[in-house]
Antibody, heavy 120, light 110 residues
């Protein structure tokens, strides 16, 4: 069974940094692209970033480009999101999500999310 | 990177069918058939119900179907059930090698 477990969320002041982790199990992390998606309280889903299988290529939403960095350690089956220069509008539940297997293009599995609150 | 456009809400009675639209620009859809749909119950993680416009993942009811015409994708749920009451989001791959979600649609089963 595919499982994705996020950690590292919490309260951080504006301008601060936080690193999220996502522990993957039930599949070989190297086999899939991986994504981060966020959802502000009471709002919709927003795609944040994705990274290719070996970590050599990544894409970002304009709202986080230059501030967030996605990375992965396939040997540790772990995905990361380094978040710098955090703003109040970054407050959200952050989901780790697996890129689809096979002929599917997109996301097929999600973690339960970790809450990041940016506030003074 | 504006969100794809979805109606804020739709409703239907048990047994009826509803359709949720998802519209964007040609750049939003990238010329590909890479549109997915997710269902999200309150406080829960999203769940994939349709991928690549019209394909159902294993275990998803055949009451769910998808289509796309031009720059508008659609999700149809037939034989509405109480458990279908949830938020629904479309998701697409763009020409910028990024992804974008729709703003979400709240489905109410009357």
């Amino acid at each position: 069974e595919v499982q994705l477990v996020e950690s590292g969320g919490g309260l951080v002041q504006p301008g601060g940094s936080l690193r999220l982790s996502c522990a993957a199990s039930g599949f070989t992390l190297f086999s899939n692209w991986m994504h981060w998606v966020r959802q502000a309280p009471g709002k919709g889903l927003v795609w944040v970033s994705r990274i290719n299988r070996d970590g050599t290529d990544a894409n970002y939403a304009d709202s986080v480009k230059g501030r967030f960095t996605i990375s992965r350690d396939n040997a540790k089956n772990t995905l990361y999101l380094q978040m710098n220069s955090l703003r109040a509008e970054d407050t959200a539940v952050y989901y780790c999500a697996r890129g689809c297997d096979g002929d599917c293009h997109g996301i097929d599995h999600w973690g339960q999310g970790t809450l990041v609150t940016v506030s003074s | 990177q504006s969100a794809l456009t979805q109606p804020a809400s739709v409703s239907g009675s048990p047994g009826q069918s509803i359709t949720i639209s998802c519209s964007g620009t040609s750049s939003d859809f990238g010329g590909y058939n890479y549109v997915s749909w997710f269902r999200q119950h309150p406080g829960k993680a999203p769940k994939l119900v349709i991928y690549d416009v019209s394909h159902r993942p294993s275990g998803v009811s055949d009451r769910f179907s998808g289509s796309k015409s031009g720059n508008t994708a659609s999700l149809t749920i037939s034989g509405l059930q109480a458990e279908d009451e949830a938020d629904y989001f479309c998701f697409s791959f763009t020409t910028s090698n990024t992804h974008v979600f729709g703003g979400g649609t709240k489905l109410t089963v009357l």
